[in-house]
C-alpha cells in the first residue's frame, strides 16, 4: 500500500508539472489516487486531485473514458459530503450526472443513505434538464470528436453545461478543451491541419467501428447515443456510404466483413464483448438526459396558478358580496342603537367576523398558490434528508 501511494504520488508530481504530456490512463491514475484518498478519509485531499485531472485531461494523447471523468466529479462530490461541506456536494455530482447519467452511487466503499438519497435526487433533476444540439459538422471527413468521452456525430445532444471536448484529427494528433455548451466551439479549430478526406461522417455513423475506452471496455459508435434523445421519428441519420455488396463465396467470421454487409443484417459480432466483461462500464452518455424540464414540474405550477387564481377570486368575491354588506348593517345599527336588539346585534357580528375570516383564508391561499406556482416554474425540486431544496427562476 505504501509503494502504490509512493508511486501514486510521484505519478501526481510529473502530471502537474508536464500536463502538456499526459497520457489518457494519467487520469485514470488521478481517480485512483483520489479514491484511495477517500476510502482513508483524507477528505480534503480528494478536490485537489479533481483540480490535477481537470488540467491535464484536455491535452491527453486519446479520449478519456466518460467513467473516468465521470468517477472523478462523484469522488469530489463524496469528498465534500463526507468532510462535512455537504452543500458543496451537489455541484460535482451534477457534473458526475452530466457526464454519464447512469453512474451508480459506491455503496460498497461509502456507505451513507442521506448521501445516496441526494444523489438519486440530482440524477433525477439532470434527467429534467434541458439539452442542446452539438452542432457537428457534417463535413468533418476524418476527424473524430467525443464529448465527455463519448463518441458523437451531428444528431448527438448534451445536457447543458461544461463539457470535455476532444478530436482525433487526421494525423493521429488528439486535441481537446473544456467547453460550457449553450452555444457549440468552434470545431474547425480543433484540428489545424483540416478534417481530411472522409471515410464516415464520424465515429457514431459507423454501425461496425468498435471503440474502446482506457479501461479497455468497448464502446460501440453507433450506440453513442440513447434512444430518447434521438431526432423525431421519422427522422433518420443519414447512414454511412458502402459499397454494393457482392455475393459471399466463403462465411465471414471478421469485423470488416460485418460493417461491410447490408443493414439488415444481424448486428456485428464485435457487440458482444460487452456482455463478458467482469464490470460492465455504464455508456449512457451525456448526450443522454431528456430535454426540457419534466412533466410533472410543468402541471403542478399549472395547477397553482389555477388555484391560487381562483382562490383570489374568490376571496375578492367575498368582500364585495359578504364582508361589505354586513359592514354596512353594522354600521346602521350602531348609528341607530334602537333598531336593533341585543340578540340580533350579536349576531351580525359573528356573521360578519365568519365572513371576514373566510376571505382572507381565500385570499391567502389564492396568494400562496401564485406564488407556490411561480416558483415551481421551471424550476427544480429536490427531496433531501429533512426537507427539500427549491431551486426557481423568477
Not at 451534477?94 to 445516496?116: K, L
Not at 365568519?354 to 396568494?367: C, D, M
Amino acid at each position: 500500500m505504501a509503494r502504490r501511494r509512493v508511486r501514486l504520488a510521484l505519478c501526481v508530481t510529473l502530471l502537474a508539472a508536464a500536463p502538456r504530456f499526459a497520457r489518457a490512463d494519467a487520469c485514470r491514475d488521478l481517480v485512483d489516487a483520489a479514491y484511495e484518498a477517500a476510502r482513508a478519509g483524507r477528505w480534503e485531499e480528494v478536490p485537489e486531485y479533481v483540480k490535477r485531472a481537470d488540467k491535464i485531461a484536455p491535452n491527453a494523447d486519446q479520449p478519456v473514458s466518460s467513467h473516468t471523468l465521470a468517477r472523478l466529479w462523484y469522488l469530489e462530490g463524496v469528498a465534500y459530503w463526507f468532510g462535512g461541506q455537504k452543500d458543496k456536494a451537489l455541484d460535482p455530482w451534477r457534473i458526475t450526472f452530466q457526464t454519464e447519467i447512469d453512474y451508480p452511487w459506491e455503496s460498497e466503499a461509502f456507505v451513507d443513505d442521506d448521501g445516496e438519497a441526494l444523489f438519486e435526487s440530482l440524477r433525477r433533476e439532470t434527467r429534467s434538464r434541458p439539452s442542446v444540439s452539438l452542432d457537428i459538422p457534417s463535413n468533418t471527413g476524418a476527424a473524430r470528436f467525443y464529448v465527455s468521452g463519448h463518441p458523437v456525430d451531428t444528431a448527438s445532444r448534451v445536457v447543458e453545461g461544461r463539457h470535455l471536448v476532444q478530436a482525433v484529427c487526421p494525423d493521429g494528433s488528439v486535441q481537446g478543451k473544456w467547453w460550457k455548451y449553450g452555444k457549440p466551439p468552434k470545431y474547425e479549430s480543433f484540428c489545424p491541419g483540416g478534417f481530411g478526406t472522409a471515410v464516415a461522417a464520424s465515429p457514431a455513423a459507423s454501425q461496425g467501428e468498435v471503440l474502446f475506452d482506457d479501461f479497455g471496455n468497448p464502446i460501440v459508435a453507433a450506440s453513442a447515443v440513447r434512444p430518447d434523445m434521438q431526432p423525431a421519428a421519422g427522422t433518420k441519420p443519414a447512414p454511412a456510404a458502402t459499397k454494393a455488396p457482392t455475393p459471399e463465396k466463403k462465411p465471414a467470421a471478421t469485423s470488416t466483413a460485418a460493417a461491410s454487409t447490408p443493414s439488415k443484417q444481424t448486428p456485428p459480432k464485435a457487440e458482444k464483448p460487452a456482455k463478458d466483461s467482469k464490470k460492465p462500464a455504464s455508456t449512457a452518455p451525456a448526450v443522454a438526459s431528456a430535454s426540457g424540464t419534466s412533466g410533472g414540474s410543468n402541471l403542478a405550477s399549472t395547477l397553482l396558478l389555477g388555484g391560487g387564481g381562483v382562490f383570489l377570486a374568490g376571496g375578492a368575491a367575498a368582500n364585495f358580496l359578504l364582508v361589505n354588506p354586513t359592514w354596512s348593517e353594522i354600521q346602521t345599527a350602531r348609528d341607530k342603537p334602537g333598531s336593533i336588539t341585543r340578540e340580533e346585534a350579536d349576531a351580525l357580528t359573528g356573521r360578519f367576523n365568519t365572513w371576514r375570516t373566510v376571505t382572507v383564508g381565500l385570499l391567502g391561499a389564492g396568494v400562496a398558490g401564485l406564488g407556490a406556482g411561480v416558483l415551481l416554474h421551471d424550476a427544480h425540486v429536490l427531496v433531501v434528508p429533512g426537507g427539500f431544496l427549491a431551486q426557481g427562476r423568477f
